[in-house]
């Protein structure tokens, strides 16, 4: 469906409920709703006083007309589930810079969406002192490709609604179909020509169903640390990942988007390195050590009944991913 004739429909009250709770938490806000000058300069710390004030002309873009610039942290809501040895619910974020053009005539946006941080949780095996972790690495973050989706509003002024695409993040591999295609654990298909973070965002054209070394460390996919795997003194595991979130809710005032987020995060393993038991030196995984790890590997979903949330706050437009990261509890709160 256009981006310029998708219909939003009405905030369900259940939503309304999240929203209300989620603001009543948050540090928000600039100034006069987003007029001024700080609010380009650096994140805003003021709060929302008196609440929620419905029916006010809001502006997401910058003052010049370019699109604005919002940080965004998901609140995530995890059922995990490790290969049936472990199956609890744990709560995990995920941060994005947001990059929304609004279109005032349309009540419609473009919004490229930038993946900061993804937090896999940690696994919490019976019987064993320290859990089980897989961390993504920083070298990581820079060739992450920008996606681009669009959003609707259902008006103009403050309270109205806001509706995304989901936003599809493939890491490590090339895929037809992004969203429905297998994520690729085989490291023989590889694809053709080196990638590098000067051509991230074309780098997938014409390539389908391969892995590349997205950190450029000579690992197909993209690498994760691991530590405490049962049985296993495994350093590192690569793979491909897939990320995707799609959010619901109201735009609270020029510089606050809030509400619920739906998400989707799937991790495949492709390979491993570990020290043998018994001591040498570091060596590839054999396949069925690679298995071992693969179901340690936690399966997640969103943890039934739970609405996940996400906040939306304007920042200065040159932030990064790392300074974001740097400064979460500054611009989102505690």
């Keep these: 469906m256009s981006a310029r004739s998708r219909p939003c429909r009405s905030l369900p009250a259940g939503l309304l409920g999240v929203i209300l709770i989620t603001l009543a938490s948050v540090m928000v806000g600039c100034p006069n709703g987003g007029g001024d000058d700080s609010c380009q300069t650096d994140p805003p710390d003021t709060n929302l006083d008196g609440g929620l004030v419905c029916g006010e002309p809001f502006e997401l873009n910058s003052l010049n007309g370019d699109p604005g610039v919002f940080g965004v942290k998901v609140v995530e809501y995890v059922h995990v589930n490790a290969a049936g040895i472990v199956e609890t619910d744990t709560i995990s974020t995920l941060l994005v810079i947001a990059y929304v053009d609004f279109h005032r005539d349309t009540l ?28 993504t690495l920083p070298a990581m973050l820079p060739n992450i490709k ?149 179901q340690i590997n936690p399966d997640l979903t969103a943890t039934p009944g739970q609405d996940s949330t996400f906040q939306a706050v304007r920042i200065r437009e040159d932030m990064d991913c790392m300074e974001l990261i740097d400064r979460e509890l500054d611009i989102f709160g505690r």
């Design 108 to 135: 419609d946006a473009d919004v490229g969406i930038q993946l900061c941080q993804i937090q896999i949780p940690k696994v919490e095996i019976p019987g064993q002192p320290l859990p089980t972790t897989f961390r």
């Design 146 to 294: 920008r996606v681009q989706i669009a959003g609707w509003m259902s008006g103009d002024k403050t309270c109205d609604t806001f509706e995304s695409e989901k936003a599809i993040t493939v890491i490590g591999a090339c895929l037809e179909d992004e969203l429905n295609d297998w994520l690729v654990d085989d490291p023989a298909k590889q694809c053709s020509g080196a990638f590098t973070s000067a051509d991230k965002e074309t780098y997938c054209d014409g390539k389908v169903d391969c892995m590349f070394d997205l950190d450029q460390d000579g690992l197909p996919g993209t690498t994760l640390e691991a530590e405490n795997i049962p049985g296993l003194d495994v350093e590192l595991v690569y793979g491909s990942m897939r990320s995707w979130i799609s959010m619901d809710g109201i735009v609270a005032n020029s510089d606050l988007i809030l509400g619920v987020a739906h998400w989707s995060l799937e991790v495949v393993m492709a390979g491993c390195h570990l020290y043998p038991i018994g001591g040498g030196d570091l060596r590839e995984c054999t396949e069925s050590e690679v298995s071992i790890v693969s």
